[in-house]
């Protein structure tokens, strides 16, 4: 009986505390997808990505076909011209693999494309999602594409400081944080 009636105070407390926040969401995939810019920027996104796919591709076809002429010329080579063949089948395939990583590797040139192209756009939505979530009142909005991302919380609810406070960490290391 006792523990029923901890609960109801409990979830009684808890509705009093959350009555006044209004939490909301947003898919901003289907918002940008929505937007002329984000599509053109996606365009040309889309654009550079099947160009660069497509000369990497030429340059592994190029590795594969000197291999493949390598094993059926093989044991007719002299040595020599065995290690000549090798390598330049070697520095064929590692500037591939140094193309592929330039173009779609991590902080490659499809990656900054990306970022220099929809931040922008993403910015100005993030921006509206704060309009409207200061102008209706929300205490939080989050983002439901994709991995939830929190997009807009109100400050006034930002409990970091009181956490910080709780644990006795110092003064100086809020600052840093």
Same mark, same amino acid.
């Given at each position: 009986?006792?523990?029923?009636?901890?609960?109801?105070? *409990?979830?009684?407390?808890?509705?009093?505390?959350?009555?006044?926040? @209004?939490?909301?969401?947003?898919?901003?995939?289907?918002?940008?997808? =929505?937007?002329?810019?984000?599509?053109?920027?996606? @365009?040309?996104?889309?654009?550079?990505?099947?160009?660069?796919?497509? @000369?990497?591709?030429?340059?592994?076809?190029?590795?594969?076909?000197?291999?493949?002429?390598?094993?059926?010329?093989?044991?007719?080579?002299?040595?020599? &011209?065995?290690?000549? =063949?090798?390598?330049?089948?070697? +520095? #064929?395939? %590692? +500037?591939? =693999?140094?193309?592929?990583? &330039?173009?779609?590797?991590?902080?490659? +040139?499809? *990656?900054?494309?990306?970022?220099?192209? !929809? %931040?922008?756009?993403?910015?100005?939505?993030?921006?509206?999602? #704060? $309009? !409207?979530? =200061? +102008? #209706?009142?929300?205490?939080?909005?989050? /983002?439901?594409?994709?991995?939830? $991302?929190?997009?807009?919380? /109100?400050?006034?609810? &930002?409990?970091? /400081?009181?956490?910080? &406070?709780?644990?006795?960490?110092?003064?100086?290391?809020?600052?840093?944080?």
């Amino acid at each position: 009986m006792k523990k029923t009636i901890a609960l109801g105070l *409990f979830v009684g407390a808890l509705l009093l505390t959350s009555w006044g926040q @209004k939490v909301g969401y947003v898919n901003t995939e289907l918002i940008m997808n =929505k937007m002329e810019e984000y599509k053109e920027a996606q @365009k040309e996104i889309d654009r550079f990505s099947t160009e660069w796919q497509s @000369k990497l591709e030429e340059m592994y076809a190029e590795v594969e076909r000197l291999y493949t002429e390598y094993t059926a010329i093989e044991v007719l080579l002299e040595e020599d &011209d065995k290690e000549a =063949k090798q390598a330049e089948i070697f +520095a #064929k395939e %590692r +500037a591939a =693999k140094e193309y592929r990583e &330039d173009k779609f590797g991590y902080n490659g +040139a499809l *990656f900054r494309l990306q970022e220099a192209k !929809v %931040r922008p756009i993403q910015d100005k939505v993030i921006s509206a999602v #704060k $309009t !409207v979530a =200061k +102008a #209706k009142k929300f205490a939080m909005v989050y /983002d439901k594409a994709g991995e939830t $991302t929190w997009l807009y919380t /109100d400050p006034a609810y &930002d409990l970091s /400081d009181a956490v910080v &406070d709780e644990l006795g960490l110092k003064e100086d290391e809020k600052k840093n944080n």
